[in-house]
């Protein structure tokens, strides 16, 4: 038995080349850290292949020039279907939709949706508020500057996030990490307004 199949193989190579120009914000990290900490939450939590190669490409429709076609040709529905879900519509008739209708849209959409997008999204939200946690306790309040929004609108996402995720996913796990998460970033952005 293979450790992974072709067909991760090759999501794990599409997203690697998609992303390949990119770094994690503010850090000289190559973006494709993300995907692949997402699909390996989502492995660790035994999700299935299906969700975990969602996981390696969920955005790679949202930040690079690899449309949804492509992954549907070579992933099928339900792959397309998940990443599909969680992009993010960046624009409209050419101009740049404000970052509140963006993630209000993506808080709709995942509460409209099932239990595999709740897992998607709770393992993405999960990477990125660990990452800024981090970075926040490593350089301070300067994590903002890299940021459309700062603490008070970031913090409300991601509980918003939480929410839905913990409505479609009671009592799983995953849930349970990312809302101890939310918690945690909280209290890094209380101690950083402490005098």
Known sequence: MSAY?????????????????????????????????????????????????????????????VPLSTIRAEFGDDVAELVAVVTETK??????????????EKLERLHESGPDVAALKAADALHNSQ?????????????????????????????GIADGVRAKLAGHPLAAELDAAVSELRLAIIELERP
């Open 131 to 159: 990452s800024i946690i981090r970075d926040l306790r490593r350089d301070g309040s300067a994590v903002w500057q890299r940021f459309k929004r700062g603490p008070e609108q970031t913090l409300a996402y991601y509980a």
């Open 91 to 104: 624009s409209a008739s050419g101009q740049e939709l404000p970052w509140e209708q963006r993630k209000a």
């Open 5 to 65: 199949s072709p067909r991760y193989d090759a999501a794990l190579a599409l997203a690697a080349r998609a992303h390949r120009a990119q770094l994690r914000k503010g850090t000289d990290l190559p973006y494709i850290a993300h995907p692949v900490y997402v699909a390996l939450i989502l492995e660790r939590y035994g999700f299935g292949e299906t969700l975990a190669i969602a996981g390696l490409l969920h955005d790679v429709v949202e930040d690079t020039d």
